[in-house]
């Protein structure tokens, strides 16, 4: 509690005096705002743009996957939505403070963007058991993998998810030091309980249940899915003769929803693994930290959430890499927008969709 009351005690003085004095961003945190957020906008909001109308089309809109991804896709733009303010106020460095209610946008950016990393992360941890069940029970995967049931999985997330951050919307939760990144946004220093929960216990809830706990659920599934997939393929192979044309088409589907989710998974695991042991380390040792230190942690910290940012932006390149069936959904949707006839319906590629109904899922 001895640290706790120093750090109060400072944030309380800094507020006083010129803050920016005391606690300064490195020029190169400025950088990672600017530039790097800079790109992944652009790489995002064009990417998730592009994800969406390639997910709403008929083929992949109509399988319980596609629809998880549609919602993805909206979450992670949110969280780009959310950044922007990181953006201005450390990147651009035009202060918000004194031109907003402060601790008002502390309050919802902070919100916002630890809703969409939980959403995501659990996101996909649903596309995976959706992946999974569709792998290992595929005569009921018709009645439990539906859209209609994927939503429902969705909403209980969300709800869950807006609960455990509801703090971060009430007066236990706003402005610490205002432009100054990573401590901009915090608890409230007078509200010392919170204080010392936030940065002691919530800080490492968050990580296990937004990065960690989600990670080890989805390798597991991945390498339930790889065992069965091993052994299925043996008994497909002794399939009739005449049966082969649906069965390849039907393995090709369902092999590029696998892709897709895999290529997400990969993403997930790579970008947030980092900030994740960064952020279970830094709480510990912000408390006891001397002030001059605080330039380079604030380095690390940018380049770290710079780097997880993209997590949330390149999806959509790395499903166009992977995945023959998105390539096509999307060279589809250019050539419909590209005709200008938007009063036609979609077309739905030559992967049709009743080619996976329950009388042919074998």
């Given at each position: 509690?001895?640290?706790?009351?120093?750090?109060?005690?400072?944030?309380?003085?800094?507020?006083?005096?010129?803050?920016?004095?005391?606690?300064?961003?490195?020029?190169?945190?400025?950088?990672?705002?600017?530039?790097?957020?800079?790109?992944?906008?652009?790489?995002?909001?064009?990417?998730?743009?592009?994800?969406?109308?390639?997910?709403?089309?008929?083929?992949?809109?109509?399988?319980?996957?596609?629809?998880?991804?549609?919602?993805?896709?909206?979450?992670?733009?949110?969280?780009?939505?959310?950044?922007?303010?990181?953006?201005?106020?450390?990147?651009?460095?035009?202060?918000?403070?004194?031109?907003?209610?402060?601790?008002?946008?502390?309050?919802?950016?902070?919100?916002?963007?630890?809703?969409?990393?939980?959403?995501?992360?659990?996101?996909?941890?649903?596309?995976?058991?959706?992946?999974?069940?569709?792998?290992?029970?595929?005569?009921?995967?018709?009645?439990?993998?539906?859209?209609?049931?994927?939503?429902?999985?969705?909403?209980?997330?969300?709800?869950?998810?807006?609960?455990?951050?509801?703090?971060?919307?009430?007066?236990?939760?706003?402005?610490?030091?205002?432009?100054?990144?990573?401590?901009?946004?915090?608890?409230?220093?007078?509200?010392?309980?919170?204080?010392?929960?936030?940065?002691?216990?919530?800080?490492?809830?968050?990580?296990?249940?937004?990065?960690?706990?989600?990670?080890?659920?989805m390798l597991l599934v991945l390498l339930d899915m790889f065992i069965n997939i091993r052994v299925r393929k043996r008994a497909l192979s002794q399939q009739i003769q005449f049966q082969n044309q649906t069965i390849n088409r039907n393995r090709f589907f369902q092999k590029e929803l696998f892709l897709l989710m895999l290529s997400s998974i990969i993403i997930f695991l790579t970008t947030t693994l980092p900030i994740a042991t960064f952020r279970i380390i830094f709480p510990k040792q912000v408390l006891t930290m001397k002030v001059e230190e605080y330039g380079s942690v604030m380095s690390i910290s940018a380049g770290l959430t710079c780097f997880w940012s993209f997590n949330y932006a390149?999806?959509?390149?790395?499903?166009?890499?992977?995945?023959?069936?998105?390539?096509?959904?999307?060279?589809?949707?250019?050539?419909?927008?590209?005709?200008?006839?938007?009063?036609?319906?979609?077309?739905?590629?030559?992967?049709?969709?009743?080619?996976?109904?329950?009388?042919?899922?074998?």
């Amino acid at each position: 509690m001895t640290n706790m009351s120093n750090i109060s005690s400072m944030l309380e003085q800094s507020r006083a005096i010129d803050y920016y004095l005391l606690i300064r961003s490195p020029p190169i945190v400025a950088y990672f705002y600017l530039w790097g957020y800079l790109i992944i906008f652009i790489l995002g909001f064009t990417g998730n743009i592009a994800s969406l109308l390639t997910f709403i089309r008929p083929t992949l809109r109509r399988v319980s996957t596609g629809t998880l991804f549609i919602v993805l896709a909206i979450s992670d733009t949110l969280f780009l939505f959310a950044s922007i303010f990181d953006f201005i106020d450390f990147g651009l460095q035009v202060p918000l403070y004194g031109r907003i209610n402060y601790d008002i946008l502390c309050s919802y950016r902070v919100f916002v963007i630890s809703m969409t990393q939980i959403c995501s992360a659990w996101i996909l941890v649903i596309i995976s058991i959706d992946r999974w069940i569709r792998t290992r029970f595929p005569h009921k995967s018709a009645r439990l993998c539906t859209p209609k049931k994927a939503l429902i999985a969705v909403v209980i997330v969300i709800f869950v998810d807006a609960i455990i951050h509801s703090p971060m919307l009430t007066p236990f939760f706003g402005m610490l030091l205002p432009g100054v990144a990573i401590i901009a946004c915090g608890p409230n220093v007078k509200q010392k309980l919170y204080l010392n929960f936030y940065y002691y216990t919530w800080t490492i809830i968050q990580i296990f249940i937004n990065c960690l706990i989600p990670g080890l659920l989805m390798l597991l599934v991945l390498l339930d899915m790889f065992i069965n997939i091993r052994v299925r393929k043996r008994a497909l192979s002794q399939q009739i003769q005449f049966q082969n044309q649906t069965i390849n088409r039907n393995r090709f589907f369902q092999k590029e929803l696998f892709l897709l989710m895999l290529s997400s998974i990969i993403i997930f695991l790579t970008t947030t693994l980092p900030i994740a042991t960064f952020r279970i380390i830094f709480p510990k040792q912000v408390l006891t930290m001397k002030v001059e230190e605080y330039g380079s942690v604030m380095s690390i910290s940018a380049g770290l959430t710079c780097f997880w940012s993209f997590n949330y932006a390149i999806n959509f390149y790395i499903h166009c890499l992977t995945s023959k069936l998105f390539r096509k959904e999307f060279i589809e949707l250019i050539k419909f927008i590209s005709k200008g006839n938007h009063n036609a319906v979609l077309p739905i590629t030559h992967t049709r969709i009743t080619q996976f109904t329950p009388k042919r899922q074998k």
